[in-house]
Every structure is written in C-alpha cells, then in structure tokens.
C-alpha cells in the first residue's frame, strides 16, 4: 500500500516535465522515471499497479522528491544519468535501464566512428545520449565533413590501391590507402572530434568562423557559406541542456529560496558534468 505522505508528494506535483525519484526510508533511490507531465505521470502510481514488482516499490516508498527540466528531452538525458549512475534496484528489476543512441569512436589504430545503443567495456570511447535519436545520425555527418574520421569497418593496413567515395568527397582522410594521411594526422582529427562530440564547442566554432570570413575576404564566397551552414550545424548539435555540463566538471550547486519568512535549500551534485543526486 502507498504511504500516505507519498500520495501527498504525488498530487502535489506541478505539470511540468521532468524526473520523480522514489525513495526509501534511509533516502535510497528505488525507483526513477520521467514524464512530459510529472503530475499526470505520477498519478497513476495512486492507482493499484498490475506489476508485483512496482506494487513491492510503491510499498517500500517512503518519500518522492522531483527534478524539473525545460523539456521532455532533458527529462529524458537526466533520467538516464540517475538510471546509469545510480543504478536503482527497481530499474533494474523492471528491467528500465533505457537504451539510447550513442556514437562511439572505436580503439582501433585508425579508430572510426559509429553509432551503438549499448556501452561496452572495450576500450572505447563513447558519447551521448543523444535525444532525439536522429541527432547522433546528424552529429555523424558533421563529425565527417570536420574531421573526416572514417566509418568504416575495413582492417586499415594501409594496403589498399585506392580510396573510397568518402575520401573523394572529404568525408575521410584516408587511412586505408599508405600516404594519403599519417597516424598523427589521424590522431589529432580523433581529439578535435572527441571535443566536438562532447559539447566542447566554443574553439571549434571560433575557428569555423575564422575560416569563413577568410573566406569570404578571399572572394570564396562557395567555401564561405559552406564553413556558414557547418557552424550552424554544429550549433545545433550543441544545444546546451541544464541537465549536463559541457565541461565535464565536479561541482555541487547550491540553491536557496526565500518566501514568506520560510527558506528551502537544495544542492545538485555534479560529477563529470552530469546531475547525479539532489540533497
């Protein structure tokens, strides 16, 4: 049965979008979800569940706290850094450990990238989620019109007599035909895709837009508004959310409200530029 004070956190909840976390009574996580409406989503907790095992959760609940977002879509990348962080008994039982797109650059010499919804331990290195799915489709693109980092699966021995469409139309530099590039070159197109891939954007777009007004200056009007739609792509990728820091920082956040002769405070936890717990 659902505690009391539970069913009050619930009906209390704004229609707003965001995540719920249930919890024990020492303050463990047991259970988190998201909603487009955290008020409506919540409510069918009130009713009785047809699950055993989300009737055991709602049992052993003894409080709800909530995170608002500005979107669904942030919604949806913060519960799935509480899901994965944390790891919650109940998400995992209820087998509710989402599988979102990522792109992932392989630990390959040469390494190439791809898209995956699984993380593995491989040496990889992986990046996302992104929300909605298409953008990690997109974000493959842009990755290959920048850096040209290759895509595809071939061993890379160097061997081969010529190149690929990709590396005729710029899209790779090539690692597969000997002395079209070198495993330096290579590397270092790999570290600016990394930074681009993680949000860290501001250098990439201060040089596209170097590039361009070079460009033009140069009367190159055709490479000018190429570099002028690349930037604008790459903006779109970069969309800052406030459910993730694009520096990757340790940081706890501290916020205080004031009202009425009442104060409330809270604190973010931030590990790795992500929202990990809320106290």
Known sequence: MLDESVAERIRALPDRPGIYLFKDGKGKILYVGKAKSLRKRAANYLRRPADPRLAAMLAEARDLDALLTDSEGEALLLENNWIKQQRPRYNVLLRDDKTY??????????PRLAFTRRIRRDGADYFGPFLPGGLARKAIKVAQKLFQIR???IEIDGRLPRPCLYHDMHRCLGPCVDGLTTREAYQEAVEQAKLFLSGRNDALLK???TRMW???EEEDYEEAARLRDLMAEVESLSQRRKVSSTGGE???????HTAGGNAAATVLVMRGGQVLDRR
């Open 207 to 209: 040089d596209l837009k």
């Open 101 to 110: 797109p990522y792109l992932k650059l392989t630990a390959d010499p040469y």
């Open 151 to 153: 895509v595809c699966r």
């Open 250 to 256: 340790d940081v706890d956040v501290y916020g205080v």
């Open 214 to 216: 070079q460009a033009s």
